[in-house]
């Protein structure tokens, strides 16, 4: 069967930075005025998604596939090892890697929009920030997974984590067959957004070859 | 993704924003959703992209020669929170107590759980 761990350890309240308050206030306030609509603005910042990029996180997956010293410290150190590649925040987060395995999957979720590793995952997707993503996510994590198209073995063990605003987690996908010898650079191709949220797993390279086709 | 108008224009009349070839690029999403709001004004006509980029220029010449490159779009937030006041969409006061309100609200909120707004001040489900 599977485990599903669900880590509650906060039950205090959350302080947002200045500046997020104040991005909130004025966007509440317009949505209400309706100077703005929120589904255009969700469409805008959507397409910004990319922009920030998950290609940090996918450079700092390919390098802990490539080295075993970088690993290490990833798993002891994730916020250091992470800074070591240039990749730093702002709020000065604590991050933690999980490293997905054959016995087990890890799945991060949480509503807050504060919580979400943006120096090495970039904006976070619509979907995240949605409730019943988070909810389900916890109750239900084989159901979400399959309606991400991502099929984990029965052996398997499913651990949800819930972010925090102090501790944002990193997944470490696995690395896919058939990549012997191939470079860091060439296995970031395969290392996908949600493969580090935990709702995919990491592209085969059929799946690049595929996709780079279409 | 092609920029449609009100994007084009808010790169033309500040083009010191951050971005690469196929348009701006962001640090952190308040810094997008800041974008995204003035887009969406200007594009509804609350204001001229020259008034604001006369907003945005006084507030990084106020900010001076060394300030960093990363304060960019908290002046962003600046010149838009003075614009919306100047104009009367929002007032000083009524973002203020917004503010205090969603700070109340993170504070009060248990982590994990959607932080939102009293039932009496929450009219946008």
């Keep these: ?191 996908t957004r949600n493969s580090m949220i935990g709702t995919g797993v990491a592209l085969t390279p059929e799946q690049l070859e595929a996709s780079q086709q279409a | 993704m092609t920029l449609h108008e009100g994007q084009k224009d808010a790169l033309v009349a500040v083009p010191s924003i951050p971005r690469d070839d196929e348009g701006p690029v962001f640090r952190e999403p308040w810094e997008a959703q800041a974008f995204a709001l003035t887009v969406q004004l200007h594009e509804r006509g609350a204001f001229t992209w020259s008034q604001w980029a006369e907003a945005l220029g006084g507030e990084i010449a106020n900010a001076g020669p060394n300030d960093p490159a990363e304060n960019y779009y908290v002046h962003w937030m600046a010149a838009l929170e003075k614009l919306t006041a100047e104009h009367d969409i929002v007032p000083r006061e009524e973002f203020l107590a917004r503010k205090d309100a969603w700070d109340r609200a993170a504070r009060a909120t248990p982590h994990g759980e959607p932080i939102e707004l009293g039932r009496e001040t929450n009219s946008h489900d």
């Excluded at chain 1, 943006?118 to 949605?130: A, D, F």
């Design chain 1, 1 to 191: 069967m599977a485990e599903t761990d669900h880590h509650h350890d906060h039950g205090e309240g959350s302080e947002l930075p200045d500046i997020a308050l104040r991005v909130k206030s004025l966007e509440s306030l317009l949505i209400e005025k309706g100077y703005v609509d929120p589904e255009a603005l969700d469409l805008l910042i959507e397409t910004y998604e990319h922009k920030v990029g998950p290609r940090n996180g996918a450079a700092v997956v390919a390098r802990a596939w490539t080295d075993p010293g970088f690993k290490k410290h990833l798993m002891e150190d994730a916020g250091a090892a992470i800074a070591s590649l240039g990749f730093v925040g702002r709020q000065g987060e604590h991050m933690v890697a999980l490293e997905n395995t054959p016995e087990t999957h890890n799945m991060v979720v949480c509503t807050l929009c504060s919580c979400y590793p943006w120096p090495v995952l970039g904006l976070p997707p619509v979907w995240y920030k949605s409730a019943p993503y988070r909810s389900r996510a916890v109750g239900d994590p084989r159901g979400v997974l399959e309606e991400f198209g991502t099929q984990i073995p029965e052996g398997s063990a499913v651990r949800v984590w819930d972010s925090t605003a102090e501790i944002r987690y990193l997944v470490i996908p696995m690395r896919p067959e058939g990549t012997d010898g191939w470079s860091a650079e060439q296995l970031a191709e395969l290392v």
